[in-house]
């Protein structure tokens, strides 16, 4: 069932306003005709079973067939920082991330970082990326489209993740962190910070000020991930280890 | 380091006569000079670390500084069985599934598959699907260049698994087989095929046929995971959960 993100203000009322893209993507993209039945979710837990009743280029009029409170989340929040790198990785890393069950990200500049990205942001890059993630999150079944921060740098996330919540950073020199340990001392915190370094890694001072901080380096072992993997799969395994797949 | 996979009849010789291609990227693509550093590894498990003497468009001369016998491999072998789908996709999870650690790859063909490739192979995709896994082994600092078999159907896909290893199979609709259950059914079995299939998933016959060979269907949970994506997280929680992302 095609599941479609409407904004709660607009869902809440009786007579669904849909938005003019919505409506482009049930007319134009996917060819739906009346009669079909799709899912509306606002965000926030609730989700309409409609059936289409008129489909038109501005317009879509629907019948609501069922309501529902769904709330398809993980309970660990993890907070994905991801360094700045070339090219359309960081797309890729939205897109898996919230298909996964990541909750924000942080696009984040650090000393290797490359800056393909303008730190005051290129606007419409920030759309992109918000298409990318609510597509992802219509596709994945989740309830909630997960924020995309304003880009920051290094130093702010450290101190972000050292007052809200508890953070790892990523480093393959860390032999002595493996990712088993580390979880372990994760507790039950359910605030986790995942910091991931550009194509070079993080360097050793910047590793020691996050460290100072309170956060903890890990390494997912030998094989070395690349920039856009390692984030991945060390949230993958927070949440199959916390059996949040399921929840 | 910079990490070349040289076929291993070359790389026993005293005197290594570098590949082409290989010259082509030390020269052109990484504009290496002499004196700097590299590492030339055959795919089973020799490694020599060399400095480059003469550089040019056809040919490198080199000083072997070292040799070693390395193995960084996981000892679990993971047979990624995917179902073959439109665009780069495929080329994304061999990319991918080569840094976690994937073994070998089955291409493969079921009922609901998109044929975007033909059964007996057009040459040239062969050839880019053999560069994207050795340049992710040289990446990843892997010692072996995973296998890509020609595409197979599912049925003989489930025969292999059924009588070389073990084989689990991803269904959405498995509710009672959530993955820590499946897990511990897999034993210390080390040959793991892992069914993974199209973008409409395996149907409920294509299901059955595998369970009555003794496969076993897995979910990933709630979320609903791309087809691209499920294997990579199904194969990184299995390494993860049998320390093998440290061997």
């Known amino acids: ?5 409407i904004p709660k203000d607009i869902l809440r009322e009786c007579v669904i306003d849909v ?8 007319f134009r993209v996917l060819r739906m005709s009346p009669g079909d039945k799709v899912v509306f979710f606002d965000g926030s837990g609730r989700e309409k079973l409609v059936q289409l009743k008129e489909v038109g280029r501005n317009s879509v009029v629907v019948d609501v067939i069922k309501e529902a409170l769904v709330w398809n989340e993980p309970v660990t929040r993890i907070i994905l920082c991801q360094s700045v790198t070339k090219g359309k990785k960081l797309d890729w890393v939205f897109q898996k991330g919230t298909e996964i069950g990541v909750s924000e990200f942080i696009p984040m500049t650090s000393k290797r970082s490359i800056p393909s990205v303008k730190p005051n942001g290129d606007k419409s890059q920030g759309v992109r990326w918000e298409k990318i993630v609510t597509e992802a999150t219509e596709q994945s079944g989740r309830s909630s489209v997960p924020i995309i921060h304003t880009i920051a740098n290094f130093e702010e996330v450290c101190k972000t993740a050292a007052t809200r919540g508890i953070g790892i950073i990523a480093w393959e020199k860390a032999d002595n962190y493996d990712f088993k340990a580390v979880e372990l001392r994760l507790g039950l915190k359910s605030d986790i910070y995942l910091l991931i370094g550009p194509e070079g890694g993080f360097d050793h001072q910047e590793v020691e000020f996050a460290r100072n901080l309170g956060l903890i380096p890990f390494s997912l072992g030998k094989r070395i991930l690349r920039a856009e993997t390692a984030g991945l799969i060390a949230a993958s395994v927070i949440f199959y280890q916390r059996n949040d797949f399921d929840i």
């Open 1 to 5: 069932m095609k599941r479609f993100f």
């Open 19 to 26: 938005p003019k893209e919505t409506c482009h993507r049930i």
